[in-house]
């Protein structure tokens, strides 16, 4: 799979890609209608089904990149996806079909997640610590907070105003970033792709700049978050 190949959804949203969208779904039409005389009883997929399937997809698996199209219908056409209870193809085996081929992509993304083995989990002390050295490293690590905690109300109280607005924006930015997610997609959608979508929005809006923003346009003010 190739990491630098654009999803649908990353085609859609920007104007700048509308002409390479437009090019892969010709190119998709066309390996679909070359693709369904694989299928018993394909015949039955007009011009008009065919477009229609290509974009239904790209609408249902915005996560899909046009290879991972081109590959389930080379896993379609091997009756990787088939049932011996499914004999002739339709538009809602078809699209059963790719739901499946999504199933396989989300316990792909699953099994790259690296969790760490019995012995990595195991941290072996480079040497004993005895009941005072535990309570000397707490007292610090306390003492540490608390004068973190003292800079920052210090800094703060000096404008109070303006952390105000920082706290409401900053909850502003976490409802933004997930109303997007639930604007690109369904609400039955996998909680990978979920979290997908919410990664793009935090990706291209920048917490920092958009609290900065946010507060500008709100309040009318410029503010500078360090």
Same mark, same amino acid.
């Given at each position: 799979m190739n990491p630098e190949l654009k999803n649908f959804r990353a085609l859609s949203t920007d104007k700048d890609n509308v002409e390479e969208l437009r090019r892969y779904r010709i190119l998709m039409i066309a390996k679909l209608a070359d $693709?369904?005389?694989?299928?018993k009883g394909g015949n039955i997929f007009?011009?008009?089904?065919? =477009?229609?399937? =290509?974009? $239904? =997809? $790209?609408?249902?698996?915005?996560?899909w990149k046009p290879e991972d199209f081109f590959l389930f219908l080379e896993k379609a056409k091997r009756a990787e996806f088939k049932t011996e209870f499914e004999h002739s193809i $339709?538009?809602?085996?078809l699209f059963t079909w790719a739901r499946k081929y999504d199933g396989q992509l989300l316990d792909a993304i699953e099994s790259q997640r690296i969790y760490p083995s019995e012995n990595e989990s195991k941290q072996i002390p480079d040497r004993i610590y005895t009941e005072s050295d535990v309570q000397e490293e707490l007292r610090r690590f306390y003492d540490k907070i608390e004068g973190k905690k003292k800079k920052v109300v210090q800094t703060r109280s000096k404008e109070p105003e303006l952390w105000q607005h920082v706290r409401l924006a900053q909850q502003k930015?976490?409802?933004?970033?997930?109303?997007y997610a639930q604007t690109v997609e369904s609400p039955d959608a996998h909680p990978f792709r979920k979290l997908a979508a919410e990664q793009e929005f935090v990706a291209d809006n920048p917490e920092k700049f958009w609290i900065e923003n946010y507060i500008e346009e709100t309040f009318g003010y410029k503010a500078v978050i360090k």
């Open positions: $693709s369904i005389k694989y299928f007009d011009e008009a089904m065919i =477009v229609d399937f =290509v974009d $239904s =997809v $790209s609408i249902e698996f915005p996560n $339709s538009f809602d085996l930015y976490r409802e933004a970033r997930i109303e």
